[in-house]
Structure formats: structure tokens, C-alpha cells
Nanobody, 122 residues
Framework: QVQLVESGGGLVQAGGSLTLSCAASGRTSSRFAVGWFRQAPGKEREFVAATSRGNEYYGDSAKGRFTISRDNAKNMVYLQMNSLKPEDTAVYYC?????????????????WGQGTQVTVSS
């Protein structure tokens, strides 16, 4: 079993930055793919970014503004978010999966964190 705990969310003004952290524990593996998703009220869960075997993937809303990084020695994955917009407001979830195919879809992720709220004010 793998446990994921997100942190770093909060309230920020438009144009500001936040860094989210995802701490993994349990039967983790550097071979797992790790992704960030977000969900705003009334909307479907949306892919934000993922890292897998040295590759990085970004959703359209994240490209050019967000950066995912990983520290396997610390079992940590980070999401650096810059130039935040009010439409980035959502609960952000960290997720991990054994399979590396289809990392941009929520389906197939084996483990999920509880989420951290990000609110961007205009």
C-alpha cells in the first residue's frame, strides 16, 4: 500500500506562485508514475502534470506555467505553479500508478492523496 499526502495549498493572488508537495510513504517505488490532477466544484477531475521514468507531461492549462519535479530519495513530488489565475482554483490531488501508460487520465491511478485546496483571487 502507498500513502500520499499533499501540502502547500492556500490562498494566493492572481499572478502569484505556489509550490505543492506530495509526500509518499509505504511501498513506494521510483518506477511509479506520479501525477497531479485538480477538480473544481461542478467540474470533472482534470489532468495537470505527471512524471514517469524521467519524462514529464503537462495538461494544456499547465504548459508554460507549472513545473513538476521529483526527488526519489525523499519520496517527494512537487508542483511549482507560477502566474496563477483565478481559473486555477481547485482541489489539487496527487496520484501514483504502477503502469506508465495513460498517465494523463485519472483512470488507472492506484493511489490518491486527500487533496489540497488552491484558491486564486482576482
Amino acid at each position: 500500500q502507498v500513502q500520499l499526502v499533499e501540502s502547500g495549498g492556500g490562498l494566493v493572488q492572481a499572478g502569484g506562485s505556489l509550490t505543492l508537495s506530495c509526500a509518499a510513504s509505504g511501498r513506494t517505488s521510483s518506477r511509479f508514475a506520479v501525477g497531479w490532477f485538480r477538480q473544481a466544484p461542478g467540474k470533472e477531475r482534470e489532468f495537470v502534470a505527471a512524471t514517469s521514468r524521467g519524462n514529464e507531461y503537462y495538461g494544456d492549462s499547465a504548459k508554460g506555467r507549472f513545473t513538476i519535479s521529483r526527488d526519489n530519495a525523499k519520496n517527494m513530488v512537487y508542483l511549482q505553479m507560477n502566474s496563477l489565475k483565478p481559473e486555477d482554483t481547485a482541489v489539487y490531488y496527487c496520484a501514483a500508478r504502477r503502469t506508465i501508460v495513460g498517465v494523463t487520465t485519472p483512470l488507472g491511478y492506484d493511489y490518491w492523496g486527500q487533496g489540497t485546496q488552491v484558491t486564486v483571487s482576482s
